[in-house]
């Protein structure tokens, strides 16, 4: 089973920036869709960012479109998140998420099939 480590959380203050990477174990060459998704406390996992893998279209939700971008390094079998422009509200726990589905709706978590541990983000005001 592929493994998913992300790395890159911590403290920034509002309006910083932070970059998030999800490494996999092995080269993902059988995923479709790598997303992120985050949960913040008493909250449910929401929707981030995903791109598919070998054509790498992107998408974004609306609460994150124009501060977060996400990217790819098929080298590295890594995938990015940078995220500028940190809000409060963006803190939370994010997870890296993989599906080797084609059909995979990239919005729902639950159709993702392997997840990484996750890395705390907070923004302080």
């Known amino acids: 089973q592929v493994q998913l480590v992300e790395s890159g959380g911590g403290l920034v203050q509002t309006g910083g920036s932070l970059r998030l990477s999800c490494e996999a174990s092995e080269r993902p060459f059988s995923y479709y869709l790598l997303g992120w998704f985050r949960q913040a406390p008493g909250k449910e996992r929401e929707f981030v960012s995903a791109i598919t893998w070998s054509s790498s279209n992107t998408y974004y939700s609306e609460s994150v479109k124009g501060r977060f971008t996400i990217s790819k390094d098929n080298a590295k079998n890594t995938v990015y998140l940078q995220m500028n422009s940190l809000k409060a509200e963006d803190t939370a726990v994010y997870y890296c998420?993989?599906?080797?589905?084609?059909?995979?709706?990239?919005?729902?978590?639950?159709?993702?099939?392997?997840w990484g541990q996750g890395t705390q983000v907070t923004v302080s005001s």
């Open positions: 998420a993989a599906s080797r589905l084609s059909g995979t709706r990239w919005y729902r978590w639950a159709e993702y099939d392997d």
